[in-house]
Structure formats: C-alpha cells, structure tokens
C-alpha cells in the first residue's frame, strides 16, 4: 500500500510552545490531506481538510488560529499547534488521499505531550 | 443517531475462531466502504476497500458490503493474536458534492487469545 510519512511520532514540549507536525505522502501525489485527533478509546475525529495551494478547511468547533495547518506541495501538510496547553494533548493523524487509487492512506500519528 | 454504528466491543474470541465485526449507517449516499485496523498508538492501516455492494476476499479476510440493508460486515477467518486490534469501518459518498471525507465508526477492539 501507499506509504504516508507523519514526523515526529512522539513529542513533549512545555506549555506556551508550539509544535509542528509534518505529514508526507512518499509515493503518490496528494492534492488533498486531512488531519484527525483521536483520544484514547474513541474513534478519529478529523479536524481538517488540507488543500494543497489552498486554505484548509476546519470543522466545526476546530480553532483555525490553534492549530495551523500549511499544505504547501503535493507531498506535504504539516499541523502546527500554537501556544500549546495540556489540554491539547492527544494523538494526531494525518491522512493522505490518493486519487489513483482512491483511497485515503494514514500517517502512524504523532502524540503530543503538552507539561 | 449516528451516521454510522459500530458496536465498540470488547470482543474476544479463541485463536482459530471467525470473527464478524459489522457496522450499520443511515446515509444512503456512501458509495464506498472500507476497514481499517489499528494497534494501540499507531495509525490506522487499510485492510479492505470496495466500492458499492458486494464481497470481496483477501486472504483471511472478506468484506461484505449491503447496501439495501445499509449493513456492512467483515470477517476474519483462522483469526491470531497478532489480529488483536481495534477495527474501524469507514464509508465515504461519490466525489462529487461530497468530497473525500470518511465517516468513521467508534471502532470494535478485538482480542484473540491463546
């Protein structure tokens, strides 16, 4: 299957920093990215589109100016949590559409550890 | 309600068993359905992906897919231990007007033991 490269897969960073995530689609083009924030035991709740060239596009509830999302070329999107608190810790996934194949292929996630 | 019902489980089951984990939704529009299994902390991994009803088989696993009784199932023959995961089924509606975005199921943890 398609190969989507998500870095770092683990980070622990103080309250007030920020930290950027980078998704990377290594075999295919992908115009468009999502990313998604899972909590323990429950299933994925996507956060928002990325469009390459574009503004991404957030659902409902999702602070734009929290959690910055830049989908620069066809290979990669990176989410970037600004002012990070304890409570934005989770796991974060992104995904990569293939539409080739039509499929959307998942990144190995990225927990984040806000002190 | 839900868009898409999935029953979270736990359920476990003895090496060797069929397992059946189904999921059921209300939108009759999704045109395309997939499985994804996933281990603790890693993301989700594509098992099966098929396109309107049907079955399709790959290897120990086989989707079925109906859309008349918006039911989709997956099964698990000769299940192992190394099966032991959660399982999400996903579904998305044609490109068109609908985009790409998958709606998910909570996920059914399965455990299969020695």
């Known amino acids: 299957g398609a190969v989507v490269s998500q870095h770092p897969s683990w980070v622990i960073c103080k309250s007030g920093t920020s930290v950027k995530i980078e998704c990377r689609s290594l075999?295919?083009?992908?115009?468009?990215m999502f990313w998604y924030r899972q909590f323990p035991k429950q299933s994925l709740m996507l956060m928002a589109t990325s469009n390459e060239g574009s503004k991404a596009t957030y659902e409902q509830g999702v602070e734009k100016d929290k959690f910055l999302i830049n989908h620069a070329s066809l290979t990669l999107s990176t989410l970037t949590v600004t002012s990070a608190h304890p409570e934005d810790s989770s796991f974060y996934i992104c995904?990569?559409?293939?539409?080739?194949?039509?499929?959307?292929?998942f990144g190995a996630g990225t927990r984040l550890s806000v002190l | 309600q839900k868009e898409v019902e999935q029953d979270p489980g736990p359920l476990s089951v003895p090496e060797g068993a069929i397992v059946s984990l189904n999921c059921t939704y209300s939108n009759s529009a999704f045109q395309y359905f997939m499985w994804y299994r996933q281990y603790s902390r890693k993301g989700p991994e594509l098992l099966m992906y098929t396109y309107s009803s049907g079955n399709k088989e790959d290897g120990r696993f086989t989707a079925q897919v109906d859309k008349s009784s918006k039911y989709i199932s997956l099964f698990i023959r000769d299940s192992q231990p190394s099966d032991s995961a959660t399982y999400l089924c996903?579904?998305?509606?044609?490109?068109?007007?609908?985009?790409?975005?998958?709606?998910f199921g909570t996920g059914t943890q399965l455990k299969v033991e020695l």
């Open positions: 995904s990569a559409f293939s539409g080739g194949k039509n499929i959307q292929y």
């Open positions: 075999d295919f083009q992908a115009t468009t």
């Open positions: 996903a579904m998305r509606r044609v490109l068109t007007g609908g985009g790409n975005k998958l709606t």
